[in-house]
């Protein structure tokens, strides 16, 4: 599976984006997908996943109610609306893609193929 993310920019807080993730591969739809973030200086941490197993929806609690991430198993992609940008949202966003069991959804552990970053910058 090869993974290709864009969308990234540049937006004033209060502003809204939408990654996008495009992947290659038949057997993209038999993964949990995911999207994870790192500011400089920063681990890398989760943002929100797609769990295949059971088809729900996680996120941190610092993005819930403001992001969306949703997939499009007939176009291989799966997307991150992002709403309600603040500066502390800054940093580079992976997509990725695994199989995590349930309890490691939010490892980047879990996953095994990323795609190479898309810079988001939230200006105050």
């Known amino acids: 599976v090869q993974l290709q993310a864009s969308g990234g920019g540049l937006v004033q807080a209060g502003g809204s984006l939408r990654l996008s993730c495009a992947a290659s591969?038949?057997?993209?739809?038999?993964?949990?997908v995911a999207w994870f973030r790192q500011a400089p200086g920063k681990e890398r941490e989760f943002v929100a996943a797609?769990?295949?197993?059971?088809?729900?929806?996680y996120y941190d609690d610092s993005v819930k109610g403001r992001f969306t991430i949703s997939r499009d198993k007939a176009k291989n992609t799966v997307d991150l609306e992002m709403n309600s940008l603040t500066p502390e949202d800054t940093a580079v966003y992976y997509c990725?893609?695994?199989?995590?069991?349930?309890?490691?959804?939010?490892?980047?552990?879990?996953?095994?193929?990323w795609g190479q970053g898309t810079q988001v910058t939230v200006s105050s």
């Open positions: 990725a893609a695994g199989r995590p069991i349930i309890s490691m959804i939010s490892k980047s552990l879990g996953y095994g193929y």
């Open positions: 591969g038949r057997s993209f739809n038999s993964y949990s």
């Open positions: 797609a769990a295949v197993q059971n088809n729900h929806l």
